[in-house]
């Protein structure tokens, strides 16, 4: 099949490299495991080769995965979209039948970066990894027009130098100066392990008392602030419409690449991170930290780019099925979709499950209203036209 004649959606399963950069990311995680407290992956044979794969796979010219030094979770990426919609390596994207995105300029850079807590603290398992980076990738094969609604924002709050300036930018050299400007405040972590130690152990103290103190005031004050959140919400999701649509388009591209139920998965391990620092004991209390998780997930429903993860989890269904639905698939592809959609349900199944969410019911009829009222997905942006894979 010619690239001109391919649907804009497709579903292209796991590919065999990613199978490998999962055997990577075993030993890489193994290793991490016996020092934690020492260990450097960046160093690691292992993610150079997880580097190289992702380059042969995506056309880039080069990966950097960076690993940062810190027990708190995190991943992004530096993608500059707004950029990518001025920038002419945007046409030599294109998307292959068989293996999806390639962009057949070879000069784009990807850069991911990912806390060591990944691993350490959150327990992200391989295929959960992978799905992560995966989601990263999506953000900057993405040239969605809805960007340039945050493009034109910026400029009026700028009055046009933000123009100006993006106009001098060169996307990858930005990439690249970003990424020498954090491994070398990162390496100083590194080299340092006792500082490293007691950086991780000061952090941890923090967040501790932040949960706890936060539990309490939001939980308290919840009524207000979900109020202030819905009435500032429309101006809100308009300005941060691209975002949305991005976030949407990148969990999108993992779910083409098999990776809905891996991505989901670590997500809700995400979700729970406030868990490890911040447990309720008394009923009251119990009730407080309920509040404040409802608080917290209208918030992310109403206003956030990312939204909540049941609703990222229907966004991923509802990609899968409509693959299903006008795509013509081989017969061993197409079950193999069939079973991610079956798999990636029942974990959407799982956000109004009273087992799962026993000590937190008003979160659990939250997540009920949201998925017999609202659809699965609650803010403006699912009425706007699909940014498709």
């Avoid at 109403?302 to 795509?327: A, P, V």
Wanted: hydrophobic residues 35%; proline residues 3%.
């Amino acid at each position: 099949m010619s690239n001109e004649i391919i649907v804009n959606e497709a579903y292209y399963g796991k590919l065999p490299e990613f199978i490998e950069i999962e055997k990577l990311f075993e030993s890489m995680s193994n290793k991490m495991k016996v020092d934690p407290k020492k260990c450097n992956p960046n160093k690691y044979p292992e993610n150079k080769k997880v580097e190289k794969l992702f380059c042969k796979v995506f056309g880039f010219k080069k990966t950097y995965l960076y690993w940062e030094p810190f027990n708190q979770a995190n991943g992004y990426t530096l993608s500059l979209n707004s950029l990518i919609l001025f920038s002419d390596k945007k046409n030599a994207i294109i998307k292959r039948s068989d293996t999806g995105f390639y962009d057949e300029s070879g000069k784009s850079i990807l850069t991911v970066y990912l806390s060591n807590g990944l691993i350490l603290r959150d327990g992200l398992t391989p295929p959960e990894l992978t799905a992560t980076i995966l989601h990263e990738i999506g953000h900057n094969f993405d040239i969605s027009k809805f960007h340039l609604i945050e493009y034109m924002i910026d400029a009026v709050k700028t009055l046009g130098t933000s123009v100006k300036e993006y106009g001098k930018l060169d996307i990858d050299k930005v990439k690249e100066d970003y990424y020498d400007k954090t491994s070398d405040e990162n390496d100083y972590y590194y080299n340092h392990s006792t500082k490293r130690d007691h950086y991780n152990k000061i952090t941890d103290k923090r967040l501790a008392s932040m949960y706890k103190i936060n539990t309490w005031l939001s939980g308290i004050l919840a009524i207000h602030t979900i109020n202030f959140t819905i009435a500032f919400s429309p101006f809100l999701q308009f300005a941060r419409l691209g975002s949305k649509k991005s976030e949407i388009f990148a969990d999108s591209f993992a779910s083409a690449y098999g990776y809905s139920v891996d991505l989901i998965s670590a997500l809700k391990k995400l979700d729970k991170e406030k868990e490890l620092y911040y447990k309720p004991k008394t009923g009251f209390t119990r009730f407080l930290y309920d509040l404040d998780n409802f608080n917290t997930e209208v918030f992310l429903a109403f206003s956030d780019c990312h939204g909540m993860n049941q609703e990222r989890c229907k966004d991923c269904l509802k990609k899968l099925n409509w693959d299903l639905n006008h795509n013509d698939f081989p017969p061993e592809l197409k079950q193999e979709l069939i079973n991610k959609i079956n798999e990636t349900k029942k974990i959407y199944d799982s956000f109004v499950d009273k087992s799962e969410y026993d000590r937190m019911p008003i979160t659990r009829a939250w997540h009920i209203i949201v998925k017999t009222i609202f659809g699965g997905r609650v803010g403006l942006a699912k009425f706007f036209p699909r940014h498709q894979v």
